[in-house]
């Protein structure tokens, strides 16, 4: 079982939705990173966490460090929203990332 | 500003060839990260450079990869020979202050590069 995991795996949503993604976690950790693959690749560091809430442009963050849960929602969804959303965390013990599986995100016009 | 640059962004070789990535972090940034993602796979972590002396090199597959950071710029990661299963795409991530910390620790990706193995 991995560390951490991701929900859903796939979405797919019309131009306008909100979009929740859920990432949970099984171990302490210093800070969570929410990332976004697009599909030429590269990443993007979208949020850093290690409590409440953050947010930029139409995306926002949260984290419940007790319940080890945070959530990536996006509003009034887009086309170019398009891409892998990656949830990944400093266990409190360590240096280095631990990621998760990904959720795909298709934001259909 | 120039962010994280990678070369090549896709590499073909054949079973039992060389490959060398090549990874130029942001200018300034002490701390320098490879990561693997293989086919279906989550991305792992491999190694955790801190200007030219490696920190962590845990997830380093086995002794087919040999990263380095001579001066502590650059850093390259060969892999000598190349086996099926080392395909995938290779990130490198550069930061100033380290991951770890919440506060500062945010992480500059380069694009990846990609390497198929036949």
């Known amino acids: 079982k991995n560390e951490v995991e991701q929900s859903p795996q796939n979405l797919t949503a019309q131009e306008g939705e909100f979009i929740t993604i859920n990432c949970s976690y099984s171990v302490g950790i210093s800070a969570l990173h929410w990332l976004q693959q697009h599909p030429g690749g590269g990443i993007v560091s979208l949020f850093m966490l290690s409590s409440g809430k953050k947010k930029h442009g139409r995306l926002i963050a949260t984290i419940n460090i007790q319940e080890k849960h945070s959530s990536l929602h996006i509003t009034a969804s887009h086309p170019r929203d398009s891409a892998v959303y990656i949830c990944?965390?400093?266990?409190?013990?360590?240096?280095?990332?631990?990621f998760g599986p990904g959720t795909r995100l298709s934001v259909l016009p | 500003e120039a962010g994280v640059t990678q070369f090549p962004s896709h590499s073909v070789i054949e079973k039992g060839q060389t490959v060398t990535l090549r990874c130029d972090p942001i200018s300034g940034h002490d701390n320098l990260y490879w990561y693997r993602r293989v086919m279906g796979k989550e991305i792992k972590f491999l190694l955790h450079f801190v200007k030219e002396s490696k920190q962590d090199e845990s997830g380093m597959p086995n002794n087919r990869f040999l990263a380095e950071r001579t001066g502590g710029t650059y850093s390259t990661l060969k892999v000598q020979p190349a086996e099926l299963e080392d395909s995938g795409v290779y990130f490198c991530a550069s930061s100033q202050y380290g991951s770890a910390r919440a506060d500062t620790g945010e992480l500059f990706f380069g694009e990846g590069s990609r390497l198929t193995v036949l």
């Open positions: 990944a965390v400093i266990p409190r013990h360590g240096q280095n990332f631990v």
